[in-house]
Nanobody, 123 residues
């Protein structure tokens, strides 16, 4: 299973960006149970930003509530992080993580990370 994250870049404070995380597995049947978005600012630890489950429930870090929205296109196995009202402190490398199963009999769990995408918010 592979994850492809995209959508980062420079933006001014108050602006918006939408990150995408596409999940794929060539030649394999797979399902995605949950996707998490994380970020790591320079010199800091990686923090959880938001999560979404297959059934739809979402969860957000307090620092992004009301500004960020996580969503999914299950048909395309693509997950999004809409980031509005961006602040300089949102500057970080954003990564996605996916958990689910692949195969049929047996189903095997996976837990994979995509490469990061840099978001730079200038004041």
């Amino acid at each position: 299973v592979q994850l492809q994250a995209s959508g980062g870049g420079p933006v001014q404070a108050g602006g918006s960006l939408r990150l995408s995380c596409a999940v794929s597995a060539s030649g394999s049947i797979f399902s995605v149970n949950a996707v998490g978005w994380f970020r790591q600012a320079p010199g800091k630890e990686r923090d959880l930003v938001a999560t979404i489950t297959r059934e739809g429930p979402t969860n957000y870090a307090d620092s992004v509530k009301g500004r960020f929205t996580v969503s999914s296109d299950n048909a395309r196995n693509t997950f999004y992080l809409q980031m509005n009202s961006l602040k300089p402190e949102d500057t970080a490398v954003y990564s996605c993580n996916a958990k689910g199963t692949r195969g049929l009999l047996p189903k095997r769990p996976y837990d994979v990370w995509g490469q990061g995408t840099l978001v730079t918010v200038s004041s």
